[in-house]
């Protein structure tokens, strides 16, 4: 084969395989027209307080689980005349992870930089846990605002 052929038809595969590679990536990342249920990166703003009220924070990427799940409804003869199954988007395998928070006050507390957290291994379209999850939902107060959760 004559180098010229070898080399054009090499580089037309490299271009193939990028555009592939490409696209895949864009699909998984499109998070706006997915139907499937996906690990998503999502950035937080972490802070701990010590016992004097002194504090470490910084920003935290944690991997979650973001999606959509197929669910259903049957009509049913009894009480209450529907068998339903609706399944959330939900970690299907989490493993530790800990941060070490680098913006803190002068005189912190030892240990109040580290931040410990789960995050998702793999998602899967499941029932909601409420021993894992908040199965209830995302609450707003009247402006518009989530509240905030805060660890005890």
Same mark, same amino acid.
């Given at each position: 084969?004559?180098? %010229?052929? @070898?080399?054009?038809?090499?580089?037309?595969?490299?271009?193939?395989?990028?555009?592939?590679?490409?696209?895949? =990536?864009?699909?998984?990342?499109?998070?706006?027209?997915?139907?499937?249920?996906?690990?998503?990166?999502?950035?937080?703003?972490?802070?701990? !307080?010590?016992?004097?009220?002194?504090?470490? $924070?910084?920003?935290? !990427?944690?991997?979650?689980?973001?999606?959509? *799940?197929?669910?259903?409804?049957? =009509?049913? $003869?009894?009480?209450? @005349?529907?068998?339903? &199954? &609706?399944?959330? *988007?939900?970690?299907?395998?989490?493993?530790?992870?800990?941060?070490? %928070?680098?913006?803190?006050?002068?005189?912190?507390?030892?240990?109040?930089?580290?931040?410990?957290?789960?995050?998702?291994?793999?998602?899967?379209? =499941?029932? *909601?846990? =409420?021993? +894992?999850?908040? *199965?209830?939902?995302?609450? @707003?107060?009247?402006?518009? +605002?989530? @509240?905030?959760?805060?660890?005890?």
């Amino acid at each position: 084969m004559p180098p %010229l052929v @070898y080399f054009t038809g090499l580089f037309l595969t490299t271009l193939l395989l990028i555009n592939v590679s490409q696209s895949q =990536s864009a699909v998984e990342t499109d998070l706006d027209t997915t139907l499937d249920c996906n690990r998503r990166t999502y950035s937080h703003k972490v802070i701990q !307080t010590d016992s004097e009220g002194k504090i470490c $924070w910084d920003m935290v !990427t944690v991997v979650s689980c973001w999606g959509r *799940c197929d669910s259903n409804e049957v =009509s049913d $003869w009894k009480f209450p @005349y529907k068998r339903s &199954h &609706h399944p959330v *988007c939900m970690h299907g395998e989490r493993e530790p992870k800990t941060v070490v %928070l680098s913006n803190c006050e002068e005189g912190v507390e030892p240990g109040t930089e580290i931040h410990e957290f789960m995050e998702a291994v793999s998602c899967q379209c =499941s029932l *909601c846990k =409420s021993s +894992e999850a908040n *199965c209830q939902g995302v609450r @707003y107060n009247g402006e518009g +605002e989530i @509240y905030s959760f805060q660890r005890a």
